[in-house]
């Protein structure tokens, strides 16, 4: 592939994760990383996930458990670099949560990612979750 293809098919893998996660899709979501990819939501609170079935296990028993809705706005997605099967890149998230018990949440976040290309198709590495909007509740 050429880099104009692996930034687009990057930016493919950032925008199925976020439709497939606000659909409560749990294969297609935790799908989107590589099976010893890691999730670090540390700053947020939630902990650190190895491993693709750890991140399913906290999208299925901490996320989709505790909301009824869920969107995530997704912008300024840049990729700042890309060598072979390896890149790197960043986006920033608004997310908006209805959760079962009627609560609601808001919060802005920043994706600080790595992506490797496995069997032809982008994963997320490593994505670490950093709060990006002061004050905002994570």
Known sequence: MNQLADR?????LNTRYA???????LEESSGCWAEDGVLDER????????????????????????????IHVMF?????AIDGDHATGSVFCLVEVVKSDGGY?????????EYV????????RSRVLKPSFPGAPA
């Open 117 to 124: 290309r496995v069997d032809g198709e982008w994963k997320f």
């Open 76 to 80: 300024n997605h840049l990729v700042t």
């Open 19 to 25: 439709v497939a996660f606000d659909s409560f899709e």
């Open 43 to 70: 700053e947020t609170g939630h902990g650190l996930f190895e491993g693709r079935a750890a991140v399913r296990d906290f999208f299925r028993d901490t996320l989709f458990a505790h909301a009824r809705h869920v």
């Open 105 to 113: 949440v808001r919060s802005h976040v920043r994706y600080e990612d």
């Open 8 to 12: 687009a098919a990057i930016h493919d």
